[in-house]
DNA sequence: TGGCCAATCTGGACTTTGTCTAATCTCGCG
DNA sequence: CGCGAGATTAGACAAAGTCCAGATTGGCCA
């Protein structure tokens, strides 16, 4: 699968998102990368040329893409979140010195023994989340 | 076990924390609850009566418990970071609509078939959190 | 007892991430 | 064309967290 801008339309529009331009630039910064990136570096990345997309419209279209399931948010740092152009369910290793955030696989990985849930809940969710460090 | 002011100075010290009044207060407001606190509830806690910990010593504080091993952060929500009387391995359940966050016992949940770590890194933790929503 | 001083605490300025709003822009359609 | 719903924007605002220079504290020794 090759994520050129003109692709990006289709994939927009297959999820009910009205492909605009900045749209475009922004889904094609994460599709593209293949890589979580957070607000700010979506803002980065979509400005480098010259600047075309606000702040404003950046943090809009990151919510209405979670919104319409096209990303998912991965919440692993205290000060920033990470979005995420894989949405199939899978976990995350984080290197808590460099910020490196990588997948998981969903597939080998398995786990067993959760409690019930609470009554009238239903699970949105299962985030694992491996946090590894730099050998001291 | 009973978490009076008394016992928090012993456990600071256990801990190689010096004991102060404020360190004291936060460390009971935790302690005597045994819930996962955000930083402004700590504050709020401490402060009931009237205004005694400053914003600067709450945050301080919370570092140094962090680091001394005495309390852990949790980190389920982007806005903000909660502190956990529990050290011990455990899980966590979050509700998305109320911000409710409980513990899961570590003991029976089970996972397995993790990939290995990359060269030189170790596990600092593993955080397994089931994120539930009212049922719609 | 009183003074010293290292550790601690503090108010408030500052930074960063994210939100909000009112004004403007865009573009397909009648 | 020119209308108007939807989209974008600048910049004010809010909330969490950090930082710093000055004030306080309290254990210890003369
Ligand atoms: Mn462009
Ligand atoms: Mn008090
Ligand atoms: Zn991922
Ligand atoms: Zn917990």
Not at 88 to 100: Q, W
């Amino acid at each position: 699968m090759n994520y050129t801008r003109d692709n990006m339309a289709g994939l927009l529009r297959s999820h009910e998102i009205n492909p605009t331009h900045q749209r475009i630039e922004i889904a094609h910064a994460l599709f593209s990368r293949q890589e979580h990136l957070s607000a700010d570096q979506v803002m980065a990345a979509v400005n480098t040329r010259h600047s075309e997309t606000s702040k404003a419209t950046v943090y809009n279209t990151l919510k209405l893409f979670l919104e319409k399931g096209l990303v998912s948010e991965v919440i692993v740092d205290p000060s920033k979140v990470f979005y995420d152009p894989n949405t199939t369910p899978h976990h995350h290793l984080y290197e808590v010195d460099s910020g490196k955030l990588s997948d998981i696989d969903a597939g080998s990985v398995q786990i067993s023994g959760l409690p019930p849930l609470p009554d009238g809940m239903v699970t949105e969710g299962i985030d694992l989340i491996v946090r590894v460090r730099r050998q001291p």
